[in-house]
Nanobody, 124 residues
């Protein structure tokens, strides 16, 4: 089992920044591919960003490329999502996910473990 706890969400004005954190516990964090997904009210969960277990590969949704950066610190068992130049359409609950995928990192159903989510609200 892997337990994931997100933090760092909040209310920010358009153009502002937030850094989300996801702290993992339970299994060897460095074995797991990690990702962030978002879900806005009335919409399906969407892929935001992913990072491979080695940290050598990173993937981003087109809507966040150039604005968001995913990173991981295996010594702290934590994955981060730096969110810059936020837009009102980024408003959603953001979920951290973990799995030993070794591929297909953008697909939500491939992940085994999920956090409880953290709310991000961007005002215009």
């Amino acid at each position: 089992q892997v337990q994931l706890v997100e933090s760092g969400g909040g209310l920010v004005q358009a153009g502002g920044s937030l850094r989300l954190s996801c702290a993992a516990s339970g299994r060897t964090f460095s074995d797991y591919d990690m990702a962030w997904f978002s879900q806005a009210p009335g919409k399906e969960r969407e892929f935001v960003a992913a990072i491979s277990w080695t940290g050598g590969s990173k993937y981003y949704a087109d809507s966040v490329k150039g604005r968001f950066t995913i990173s991981r610190d295996n010594a702290k068992n934590t994955v981060y999502l730096q969110m810059n130049n936020l837009k009102p359409e980024d408003t959603a609950v953001y979920y951290c996910a973990a799995g030993r995928l070794r591929g297909f990192l953008t697909i939500a159903t491939m992940y085994d473990y999920w956090g409880q989510g953290t709310q991000v609200t961007v005002s215009s």
